[in-house]
């Protein structure tokens, strides 16, 4: 008797959720990878190094006084310097740390739990539209932030508007045209006039067309130019006008190859406009990574985003766990 051959099963389809994971994953890898290139420079400064310092498998005086000075040099500072050597000690005389593979280890684990502070999330729901204040010292890299920003949120599906307030420099109204017109985002900007008045423009047109997030230019400024100082308070004054809750976020834009200069920029603005985020870029240019540990430890601010890189997507969230794994491995 014959019988009709049996069809193959039909191949079933996978699950969007299932896709979605991969594809998270796959982006989550790739930036892992990208995050490792960009800090190779301070992980041969930092991390080769430490092979050789731990070979000897315990922590005695010697190893302390030379991983001081390794920190030291890798413009990690001198309080978390001490911080990290005193959690090495009492870590090694607790767990009895015998291994080079051991001792590494538990630094690594100080260093994370020294940044993990710092990782938190900017949540930008709380208010529409929701006003983010950019400042930073000239050639931070604050108007490139910006356009990355941009492309960030977008990703995320929120609608996005630019504030061209560095009015004090041509180019940078025309550099934040261009990534304005790269992100298919509007820019608000004047030929002449005060920052204030762009971003207080901007966030009036921003809340008549119900867009999610504001970003906001300022001109450059370097903390000892007092009168520059005091003139970017009064644009964040001028927000307050603008908006009572304003600004929502104000970030300051980092040269990570500014080492500990960065750390007193940092203090600088906090004064000056009450700085509640940290961009850190140019991470793949220096060998200065460890400045993320002083700020930690002198003054803490969240860090939203590191840049790796001068691609668009390589301005991405912090994570203390993957950075701290990026300087070890």
């Known amino acids: 008797m014959f019988g009709f051959p049996k069809k193959s099963p039909l191949p079933q389809e996978t ?5 979605s994971d991969v594809s998270e994953a796959a982006a989550a890898a790739s930036w892992r990878l990208r995050l490792k290139t960009g800090l190779a420079r301070t992980r041969a400064q930092f991390g080769g190094k430490l092979k050789s310092l731990f070979s000897r498998g315990k922590v005695d005086d010697q190893l302390l006084e030379d991983l001081e000075a390794l920190l030291l040099t890798n413009d990690v500072g001198l309080d978390a310097t001490q911080h990290l050597l005193y959690q090495l000690k009492m870590r090694a005389r607790r767990d009895r740390l015998g291994t080079p593979e051991a001792i590494q280890q538990a630094l690594s684990d100080i260093m994370f739990d020294l940044l993990r502070p710092l990782e938190e999330a900017l949540d930008v729901t709380t208010h529409r539209p929701f006003v983010i204040m950019i400042a930073g010292v000239n050639g931070a890299g604050k108007t490139t932030s910006i356009g990355k920003l941009a492309k960030h949120f977008q990703a995320q599906g929120r609608s996005v508007l630019l504030a061209a307030g560095d009015t004090f420099r041509a180019a940078a109204r025309e ?36 867009i999610d997030i504001v970003l906001a230019d300022t001109a450059g400024r370097l903390p000892t130019q007092l009168h520059l100082m005091d003139e970017i308070a009064k644009v964040r004054r001028v927000i307050q006008k603008a908006d009572p809750s304003g600004p929502h976020e104000t970030l300051l834009v980092l040269d990570a190859t500014f080492g500990q200069n960065a750390l007193q920029q940092v203090m600088a603005f906090d004064k000056a406009i009450k700085v509640s985020g940290l961009v850190l870029t140019k991470l793949d240019g220096t060998a200065k990574g460890g400045v993320v540990a002083a700020i930690a430890r002198q003054c803490p ?29």
């Open 301 to 329: 601010k969240p860090v939203r985003f590191i840049g790796v890189g001068e691609g668009i997507d390589d301005l991405r969230p912090f994570h203390a766990r993957d950075f701290v794994d990026a300087l070890f491995e």
């Open 15 to 19: 699950p969007a959720a299932t896709v």
């Open 175 to 210: 550099q934040l045209q261009t990534w304005g017109e790269r992100n298919n985002v509007t820019v608000i900007s004047q030929q002449s006039g005060d920052s204030a008045a762009v971003i207080f423009d901007a966030i009036a047109a921003a809340r008549a067309r119900g």
